[in-house]
């Protein structure tokens, strides 16, 4: 009778085993299947005119990692234009810089830190802790930043972009757009001083106890590079915001939802390259000298001057001839008119495709006649 017992007890063991084995490969290939699946997004950019090119799912709403960091140095630099922060200023470091995750700098509490350190270590290492420093001396602290930072977004027309952390972090709810991260990009190039630090492979900071390294490795390698940012996370993926310059003109790419740290940058050397070799800013040739006056009706002038209003740079391929010039005006106007009442239309295409058009209006006011006026008239000319 015990040996029957034992070789059950052996047999239901071994089907034990057999089924946690079963299980342990089941929760593998679950793990495995898990893996996140990213959404590649991009976008070319001419920074001066902030002009789409090219892109692909420009406008997905997408997490972004550590990116956010973007926004931090763009309050920061307003906060330095406006006199509220000088680059030598101090900050105390308080209990925000205390366990936070990710890359940091190891700053302790009551340490004291220059703006521009940093400003070092969040745009060149990637820093949480200097992140969270800024955040708290700009705002009360880092949820009000965190306000400023989505009140900002939307004034530049980041409708795509939501804020959750001055750092970035992954989870539901913070997320952005290739389209609009090249907004941010723009705003960003605005900044001359912030320049240096986009584009430095390595520096040391807290008076040269941390070293801190670019992930952005094409500042030390592409031809008229200004900067941005290379950044990476789990939810996130692989990103990339490069900004250049050559002879005059400035391209932006952005690369979101990578699936691989080197790729990202071939896709944006690429981008870029094409901005440079394809493409153009022009100034569309046109005089208001070519416009006649209009015809009033019923107004005490038989005419109204008029002209073009303000004319922008446009973005052309190379290859392009002469902009065509297509002006719509009405044979005239009725009184009164007023002084920047809109006449007309000029667009200005590229062979069959607007690019651009703009208001044709009255340069001055004209009244309407009626019969006092009339008689003015009458009587000016009578007794001239």
């Given at each position: 009778?015990?040996?029957?017992?034992?070789?059950?007890?052996?047999?239901?063991?071994?089907?034990?085993?057999?089924?946690?084995?079963?299980?342990?490969?089941?929760?593998?290939?679950?793990s495995e299947n898990k893996k996140i699946s990213y959404t590649l997004c991009t976008v070319l950019v001419e920074a001066a005119t902030g002009t789409v090119i090219s892109g692909e799912n420009e406008n997905v709403r997408v997490p972004v990692g550590t990116l956010p960091k973007l926004m931090t140095v763009l309050l920061t630099a307003e906060e330095i234009e406006c006199g509220n922060l000088k680059l030598d200023t101090r900050l105390k470091v308080g209990?925000?810089?205390?366990?936070?995750?990710?890359?940091?700098?190891?700053?302790?509490?009551?340490?004291?830190?220059?703006?521009?350190?940093?400003?070092?270590?969040?745009?060149?290492?990637n820093a949480n802790d200097a992140a969270a420093v800024l955040a708290a001396n700009i705002g009360n602290d880092e949820n009000d930043f965190v306000g400023m930072m989505n009140a900002r977004a939307f004034e530049m027309g980041m409708r795509d972009t939501v804020y959750q952390s001055c750092g970035g972090k992954d989870g539901a709810g913070e997320y952005s757009?290739?389209?609009?991260?090249?907004?941010?990009?723009?705003?960003?190039?605005?900044?001359?001083?912030?320049r240096e630090y986009f584009t430095t492979w390595s520096d040391r900071v807290r008076d040269g106890q941390t070293e801190v390294v670019n992930e952005n490795r094409l500042v030390r390698t592409y031809d008229g590079i200004t900067g941005m940012k290379a950044g990476h996370s789990e939810q996130s993926g692989f990103s990339l915001v490069l900004t250049a310059e050559r002879d005059g003109a400035a391209f932006i790419s952005v690369v979101l939802g990578c699936g691989d740290k080197d790729e990202r940058f071939s896709i944006g050397k690429t981008l870029v390259s094409?901005?440079?070799?394809?493409?153009?800013?022009?100034?569309?040739?046109?005089?208001?000298?070519?416009?006649r006056p209009v015809t009033v009706h019923g107004g005490v002038e038989k005419a109204v001057e008029i002209q073009a209003g303000q004319l922008k740079e446009l973005v052309i391929p190379k290859n392009s001839g002469e902009l065509s010039t297509v002006v719509l005006i009405p044979e005239y106007v009725e009184a009164p008119v007023r002084k920047g009442q809109i006449i007309g239309k000029v667009g200005f295409y590229n062979n069959d495709t607007l690019l651009f058009e703009t208001d044709i209006i009255a340069s001055q006011a004209v009244e309407e006649m009626n019969f006092l006026k009339a008689l003015k008239n009458y009587l000016h000319i009578m007794y001239k």
């Amino acid at each position: 009778m015990k040996k029957i017992v034992s070789v059950l007890t052996a047999v239901f063991y071994a089907l034990f085993v057999f089924d946690l084995s079963i299980s342990a490969d089941n929760e593998d290939n679950e793990s495995e299947n898990k893996k996140i699946s990213y959404t590649l997004c991009t976008v070319l950019v001419e920074a001066a005119t902030g002009t789409v090119i090219s892109g692909e799912n420009e406008n997905v709403r997408v997490p972004v990692g550590t990116l956010p960091k973007l926004m931090t140095v763009l309050l920061t630099a307003e906060e330095i234009e406006c006199g509220n922060l000088k680059l030598d200023t101090r900050l105390k470091v308080g209990k925000e810089a205390e366990n936070v995750p990710g890359a940091v700098i190891w700053l302790t509490l009551g340490e004291n830190v220059s703006v521009e350190e940093l400003l070092k270590a969040v745009i060149i290492g990637n820093a949480n802790d200097a992140a969270a420093v800024l955040a708290a001396n700009i705002g009360n602290d880092e949820n009000d930043f965190v306000g400023m930072m989505n009140a900002r977004a939307f004034e530049m027309g980041m409708r795509d972009t939501v804020y959750q952390s001055c750092g970035g972090k992954d989870g539901a709810g913070e997320y952005s757009t290739a389209a609009d991260t090249a907004i941010l990009a723009a705003e960003l190039l605005k900044y001359d001083f912030l320049r240096e630090y986009f584009t430095t492979w390595s520096d040391r900071v807290r008076d040269g106890q941390t070293e801190v390294v670019n992930e952005n490795r094409l500042v030390r390698t592409y031809d008229g590079i200004t900067g941005m940012k290379a950044g990476h996370s789990e939810q996130s993926g692989f990103s990339l915001v490069l900004t250049a310059e050559r002879d005059g003109a400035a391209f932006i790419s952005v690369v979101l939802g990578c699936g691989d740290k080197d790729e990202r940058f071939s896709i944006g050397k690429t981008l870029v390259s094409k901005g440079f070799s394809s493409y153009k800013v022009t100034t569309p040739a046109f005089s208001n000298e070519f416009l006649r006056p209009v015809t009033v009706h019923g107004g005490v002038e038989k005419a109204v001057e008029i002209q073009a209003g303000q004319l922008k740079e446009l973005v052309i391929p190379k290859n392009s001839g002469e902009l065509s010039t297509v002006v719509l005006i009405p044979e005239y106007v009725e009184a009164p008119v007023r002084k920047g009442q809109i006449i007309g239309k000029v667009g200005f295409y590229n062979n069959d495709t607007l690019l651009f058009e703009t208001d044709i209006i009255a340069s001055q006011a004209v009244e309407e006649m009626n019969f006092l006026k009339a008689l003015k008239n009458y009587l000016h000319i009578m007794y001239k």
